[in-house]
């Protein structure tokens, strides 16, 4: 099993910055995919950005230049830079994972995909 714990949310301004973290722990043999979503009260959880185990990154319209997606392959740690930070920003703030992980003792894996708990950002006009 892969566990994911997010990091780094708290109250802010607008126009201010939070660097939330993802680590993942666990009998992990690979990650591939990573991805930052997040759900605001009443609306659905959505794509915040995601990136590859080679760095490639996708970052949702809404946050194109103010957050940055990126990650630390040896440390299986995702970060969210977020910048200019707006009152529609705040969400609980998401990580997810798939990869591979090892069964039991042995050299065998078998896919997992994870989710962590949530962090609450929170941007005051």
């Known amino acids: 099993q892969v566990r994911l714990v997010e990091s780094g949310g708290g109250l802010v301004q607008a126009g201010g910055s939070l660097r939330l973290s993802c680590a993942a722990s666990g009998r992990i043999a690979r990650i591939n995919a990573m991805g930052w979503y997040r759900q605001a009260p009443g609306a659905q959880r959505e794509l915040v950005a995601t990136i590859t185990s080679g760095g490639s990154t996708n970052h949702a319209d809404s946050v194109k230049g103010r957050f940055t997606i990126s990650r630390d392959n040896a440390a299986n740690t995702m970060y969210l830079q977020m910048d200019t930070l707006k009152p529609e920003d705040t969400a609980v703030y998401y990580c997810?994972?798939?990869?591979?992980?090892?069964?039991?003792?042995?050299?065998?894996?078998?896919?997992?995909?994870?989710w962590g708990q949530g962090t609450q950002v929170t941007v005051s006009s």
């Open positions: 997810s994972a798939d990869g591979r992980a090892y069964i039991n003792s042995g050299s065998f894996t078998r896919a997992f995909s994870s």
